[in-house]
């Protein structure tokens, strides 16, 4: 069982930064990957940033440029640095990771969202 708490979202202006975090905990054997997807309002929910635990990543083309995944494998804790954001970032953001655990079986796990809201 994972259990994956999200920080770091908030109200911020335009062209404003923010830096999300995601920590996992519990019993597994080895992250192997951390994806991070928003919701907005209306809306579906959607891929916006992946990493392998390999260090692959990948990005929505919406926030390419602007945003950056990372991760640190020692702490189990992955990152999204999002700058130069735009109203239409505004959304609820979720961190997924996808885990094995001792017994190697492997499977997903969703944090419960932080608000990102972007106004001026």
């Known amino acids: 069982q994972v259990q994956l708490v999200e920080s770091g979202g908030g109200l911020v202006q335009p062209g404003g930064s923010l830096k999300l975090s995601c920590v996992a905990s519990?019993?597994?054997?080895?992250?192997?990957?951390m994806e991070w997807y928003r919701q907005a309002p209306g809306k579906q929910r959607e891929l916006v940033a992946a990493?392998?635990?390999?260090?692959?990543?990948h990005y929505a083309d919406s926030v390419k440029d602007r945003f950056t995944i990372s991760g640190d494998n020692a702490k189990n804790t992955g990152y999204l640095q999002m700058n130069s954001l735009k109203p239409e970032d505004t959304a609820v953001y979720y961190c997924?990771?996808?885990?094995?655990?001792?017994?190697?079986?492997?499977?997903?796990?969703w944090g419960q969202g932080t608000q990102v809201t972007v106004n001026s």
């Open positions: 990493i392998s635990s390999g260090g692959n990543t």
């Open positions: 519990g019993s597994f054997s080895r992250i192997n990957a």
């Open positions: 997924k990771v996808k885990v094995t655990s001792w017994n190697s079986n492997q499977f997903d796990s």
